[in-house]
């Protein structure tokens, strides 16, 4: 009777199976089909990062009247986007096989510190607008230039504080010759990270509302005065130019930016987060390649929203291209 119950526990395959321990990491690939998609895709889009970021900072060198707060805080995000650019094409180069951890979280460092700039920038220039739309006499007054260099540092060190973290000692502490973001930093660093990305593109969301809300109210008031037989005798609406008013389109094109090209992102680095490595091995990989390269084209669309959709700095541009090419004429 012994020998019968011991052969039927041996043979019962549910127990056998529930004794098998369940992996509890994914195996992580280097070289795995996203990754190689991943480094074809990048090639051109770091080069056109690189080239259209490179195009309007020196634009914005040569050109005095750009050396306003506005383009102080567009020339570094410049930087920054060009920074990942050339962060991306190390990721080319390495295959996101570092042969070092912290070689890997170096590399990490500068592209988390590169995004975190690019946003905040974002922002900061959402700010800059809204205040010289709505505070346009005292604008000089606020927008000094101490406090916009003050700013400007406290982006940069903040940005290379939260990108070098992992690299401090924030990380899972394994490596298995995969340097992909969600591999090899820890998940309170994700948390983090989807905490400080989502807070300006709230802020730039909420500014846009106001803005709007701001000059829906402005004209239902203009309409008021045309019905009674006011005309109005400039182009400004109660002493705010049409020239700023053209800043809220400017400031649509980057909230539609930011959300179509890092939301998904950060939503499903959450929901990866959220359901565990058992579940979301591919969401993983997912994340690492083709929602990360989404999130990277914003540093590619940053320089056509300030150069190629604002007026002053096309029509300059366009001139200088002229001048340059057709000396002559």
């Known amino acids: 009777m ?20 369940l992996p509890e990491t994914c195996e992580p690939d280097w070289d795995n089909a996203h990754e190689r998609v991943k480094r074809i895709v990048l090639i051109p889009l770091s ?53 070092t951890l912290n070689e890997c979280l170096g590399r990490i460092g500068f592209t988390v510190s590169g995004i975190q700039v690019s946003t905040m920038c974002v922002m900061w220039i959402a700010v800059d607008r809204y205040i010289a ?7 000089t007054q606020i927008m000094t230039t101490r406090r916009v260099v003050f700013a400007m540092l406290w982006i940069t060190i903040q940005s290379l504080l939260i990108g070098f973290a992992p690299l401090i000692g924030w990380n899972t502490g394994n490596y298995n010759q995969y340097c992909s ?19 300006p593109i709230l802020i730039v969301f909420v500014i846009y509302v106001r803005l709007y809300c701001s000059a ?18 400039s182009g400004r609406l109660f002493g705010i130019s049409a020239r700023n008013w053209k800043s809220v389109k400017t400031l649509l094109c980057v909230i539609g930016c930011l959300l179509i090209t890092w939301c998904p992102f950060l939503i499903a680095t959450v ?25 990277f084209s914003n540093s590619f669309l940053n320089p056509l929203i300030y150069a190629v959709g604002t007026k002053d700095f096309r029509d300059n541009f366009r001139n200088t291209i002229k001048r340059q090419c057709c000396p002559a004429s």
């Open 133 to 139: 739309i709505t505070r346009a006499l005292r604008y």
């Open 216 to 233: 829906r109210g402005h004209i239902k008031r203009i309409d008021a005065l045309e019905q009674l037989g006011v005309t109005r005798k």
């Open 47 to 99: 080069v056109c990062i690189i080239l259209s970021n490179g195009a309007v900072l020196l634009f914005i060198a040569l050109q005095r009247k750009f050396h306003r707060p506005t383009y102080s805080f567009v020339t570094l995000l410049g930087i920054a986007d060009m920074c990942i650019g050339f962060v991306s094409i190390g990721a080319v180069v390495t295959k996101a096989n570092e042969s």
């Open 181 to 199: 973001f969600l591999f090899v930093v820890s998940p309170g660093y994700v948390v983090l990270i989807f905490i400080i990305g989502v807070l």
């Open 271 to 295: 929901v990866q987060l959220v359901s565990g490595d058992k579940v979301s091995c591919f969401l993983k990989e997912i994340i690492g390649t083709y929602l990360l390269m989404l999130g």
């Open 2 to 21: 012994l020998l019968l119950h011991n052969l039927t526990k041996t043979a019962d395959p549910m127990t056998s199976l529930a004794s098998t321990p």
